[in-house]
């Protein structure tokens, strides 16, 4: 990979023959776990101006219709989080004449309080091409990063790294997007509101005799129509309205609850191992060919264009004197290019075979295919391959490697039906089915299930204390923590709407193998697993940590005491705005000593002021805690360790985070 400086640029077709679509890639670090930042997109035209609202892509509105630019997401590393935009530069409409990447942050925050600003691309394959990183970061609260150009036939990338310390509203301002004001806009909205219905999600509940968050200025990308808020919580009006599915389900009209409704993709019949792979994958590459959205959303990141999809089952591929049968091909045309994927899939628990795909690698490799897709119950962690295969270097044709778990399919789904939102209601009726398909308890496709032989063995010698520090399956249960944690993020996302990504507290180019040993080190001496959580939207960090030795769960946030406030108005506050949370909840005052006094809510209700400390020390925060018993068993069963695991987050996020708008609200972005 080529590193370049700021001002910088290089040509990517120079770098290589496979820039055709491109992987572009911001990412950063915080040592508080907190940091995070919104990307943005501009397709500008000769004069640098935004052709229409189209043109400017963020979080409510990830991708073009045209499949030229796709917001994928955060993904977590493991030195913390990146932002990946998929670019299909072969799709990109003549007129536009640059591509800008920008990010920018909320409620005051600033890209100084950041580490490690980079910029990469990486090509179709997933090969990194050019980096770049941002090192004079101060108190900007906006950053254009990078941007692809035009240069005759080919396209470059300039590393820019300008910022601005008026916001993303100086940023779009400088490209043509109109900002208005919250009062301007609802006049607006008054007068253009015939005929146009807002996708606005439902304010959050304010207790009784609170104000809530004051609304702070919102972006209209407005060229020809104006379109709401980059807010939060509200989806952009479009002259196409997307379809998504309520989430409270009508009445059933069945006479009694033993009544199974008609389902597109029936699973009862379904009796053995290879059953419920054909099923599966036949049942996912229909929908994805069916969906565009769906089959761009699940490709786009593997390199795959944007075009016309279709897919196959039980392919049978030369391969010497017997045949191959991946268990299905993925195929995009676009422009009189194919783009070729090999799918090979597993289903309950069942792991990965290396020889197996050793295999379709070396055909892909022959046939001239540009990928192979390996679906599965496990989750990918940074740093460690699902499978090892060997890639022959003499050949010039490169094949990338790529991992799916049936968990994020089912994520992705969820997003788009239930938040984003799909093209017709067809659309979102194929995924509502097929989601239903992968949620059904026979169909093998639950995502990561069991946490390993390790696991009884381990927990057993940390509760009868004969656990060795340096023992090799401590290191093993780790890693199945860290995929349990990712996999509770998917599915607590997939139900939110919102992005929910680990942290990780390391700086970049840390290894991260020696991390997960010196955490196994700590597992053997302490008997706990922890990790922390942030929910994209949100400041508060969620510690999640599972003690072995008392077999309980703890999930927990702090949050801060507002600065110049009465301490006892503080408490009375805190307590008001869980009002609605269990009476379990253990809840502690912080002071800068250590730690302050401690209750239940039940009995901190009605004496607020028992959380002040009687020596007068000054309240820095609050710690909010819930306990819950840990499952015995290995799997997935309904008194399994991650059920309890996934349960606690979920119950400690619904009953208590999801209170706190108030008290972390980013200047008005979110209630």
């Known amino acids: 990979m080529q590193e370049i400086t700021k001002g910088a640029n290089v040509s990517l077709t120079a770098l290589s023959e496979d820039a055709g679509a491109v992987v572009v890639s911001l990412s950063w670090t915080s040592a508080s776990g907190a940091g995070d930042a919104d990307v943005s997109v501009l397709l500008l035209d000769a004069n640098d101006k935004i052709r229409s609202e189209n043109d400017f892509y963020f979080y409510n509105n990830p991708a073009a219709a045209d499949g030229s630019v796709q917001l994928l997401g955060k993904t977590p590393t493991d030195s913390g989080d990146e932002d990946r935009i998929s670019v299909d530069l072969t799709a990109v409409p003549e007129e536009v004449a640059r591509i800008v990447v920008a990010a920018s942050r909320y409620g005051g925050a600033r890209f100084g309080d950041l580490d490690d600003l980079r910029m990469t691309v990486a090509d179709r394959s997933g090969e990194p091409l050019v980096g770049y990183s941002i090192d004079d970061a101060g108190v900007e609260t906006a950053f254009i990063f990078g941007e692809l150009y035009r240069r005759g036939e080919e396209w470059k990338f300039r590393a820019v790294g300008q910022g601005y310390e008026s916001g993303l509203a100086g940023l779009a301002t400088d490209f043509g997007i109109p900002v208005l004001e919250e009062a301007e806009e609802t006049e607006q909205d008054e007068e253009a509101g015939a005929g146009e219905e807002a996708a606005a999600a439902p304010e959050a509940a304010q207790p009784p005799g609170e104000a809530g968050p004051i609304p702070a200025p919102d972006l209209v990308p407005a060229a020809a129509a104006v379109v709401p808020a980059q807010t939060r919580g509200r989806g952009p009006r479009t002259t196409r309205k997307k379809v998504t599915l309520p989430k409270v389900p009508k009445n059933s009209l069945a006479d009694n609850d033993s009544w199974s409704q008609a389902r597109l993709f029936p699973v009862p019949s379904l009796k053995s191992d290879k059953e419920r792979e ?118 010039k044709h490169k094949v990338s490697l790529w991992h799916l778990s049936w968990a994020e399919v089912a994520h992705q789904a969820q997003m788009l039906i239930r938040h984003e939102g799909v093209g017709n209601a067809a659309h979102a009726w194929l995924l509502q089915e097929l989601l239903e398909y992968l949620q059904h308890e026979q169909s093998g496709c639950h995502g990561f299930q069991n946490m390993g032989s390790a696991w009884v063995p381990v927990r057993n010698g940390i509760e009868e204390e004969t656990l060795s520090r340096g023992d090799a399956r401590a290191v093993e249960v780790v890693e199945s923590w860290e995929k349990l944690i990712r996999q509770v993020c998917l599915r607590l996302g997939g139900e939110l709407g919102q992005k929910a990504l680990p942290v990780q507290r390391a700086r970049r180019g840390s290894d991260p193998q020696a991390r997960r040993v010196a955490a196994a080190e700590r597992l053997c001496a302490e008997g706990k697993l922890s990790a922390e959580l942030r929910i994209d ?126 008290v972390e609200g980013r200047g008005g972005r979110r209630s």
Do not use: C
Request: aromatic fraction near 4%.
């Open 278 to 395: 054909v099923r599966a994958t036949s049942v996912l590459l229909s929908v994805m060919a069916q969906v565009p959205e769906f089959g761009r959303r699940l490709t786009a990141g593997f390199g795959a264009p944007a075009g016309r999809m279709q897919t196959f089952t039980e392919v049978s591929l030369p391969n010497g004197d017997t045949p191959r049968r991946p268990d299905g091909v993925i195929r995009v045309e676009r422009a009189g290019k194919l783009w070729t994927a090999l799918v090979e899939t597993k289903t309950n628990g069942n792991p990965l075979k290396a020889e197996q795909i050793q295999q379709y690698v070396d055909i892909a490799t022959r046939r001239g295919y540009e990928a192979v897709i390996t679906l599965s119950n496990d989750v990918a962690l940074e740093g460690r391959a699902m499978v090892d295969v060997k890639v022959d270097g003499r050949r």
């Open 537 to 662: 939207g949100t400041s508060s960090v969620i510690a999640v940590s599972a003690d072995l030795r008392t077999s309980k769960v703890r999930t927990s946030v702090d949050v801060p005491a507002p600065e110049g406030a009465y301490p006892l108005a503080t408490v009375k506050r805190l307590v008001r705005l869980l009002a609605e949370a269990p009476a379990d909840l253990h809840v502690e005052s912080l002071v800068e000593a250590g730690n302050g006094p401690r209750g239940t809510l039940e009995r901190l209700r009605p004496e607020p002021g028992d959380l002040l400390p009687v020596d007068g020390s000054a309240v820095t925060g609050f710690r909010l805690s819930l306990l819950k018993g840990m499952g015995s068993t290995r799997g997935n069963t309904e008194s399994g360790f991650i059920r309890s695991v996934d349960d606690a987050v979920d119950r400690f996020f619904r009953g208590v985070v999801a209170h706190l708008g108030p």
